[in-house]
């Protein structure tokens, strides 16, 4: 059972930056895609970023250039660097982790998430 634990989030004021931790129980982080979602009041739970096996990384349009999605494989934790943070931003942030097992079946494990306020 993959259990992800964030942690880092809080209250910023707009321009702030933060950054979210994502730890992982096994050694999943570099060998499955691991992506960061987020949810605002009232609005569906939408991705922000995300990292694939090799690398790769993707991020929504309202995100890009600001955020960054990092990870370290020693400490199986994902990472989210948030600069230049807007109002917007404000939001429940997930840890998601897109697991495969060995017949290639996809599981989807999700953290408790982790509150992000930004203040104007």
């Known amino acids: 059972q993959v259990q992800l634990v964030e942690s880092g989030g809080g209250l910023v004021q707009a321009g702030g930056s933060l950054r979210l931790s994502c730890a992982a129980s096994?050694?999943?982080?570099?060998?499955?895609?691991m992506g960061w979602y987020r949810q605002a009041p009232g609005k569906p739970r939408e991705p922000v970023a995300r990292i694939t096996p090799g690398a790769s990384t993707n991020y929504a349009d309202s995100v890009k250039g600001r955020f960054t999605i990092s990870r370290d494989h020693a400490k199986n934790t994902v990472y989210l660097q948030m600069n230049s943070l807007k109002v917007d931003d404000t939001a429940v942030y997930y840890c998601n982790a897109e697991v495969k097992d060995s017949l290639l079946r996809t599981y989807n494990y999700w953290g408790q998430g982790t509150q992000v306020t930004v203040s104007s």
């Open positions: 096994g050694s999943i982080v570099s060998s499955n895609v």
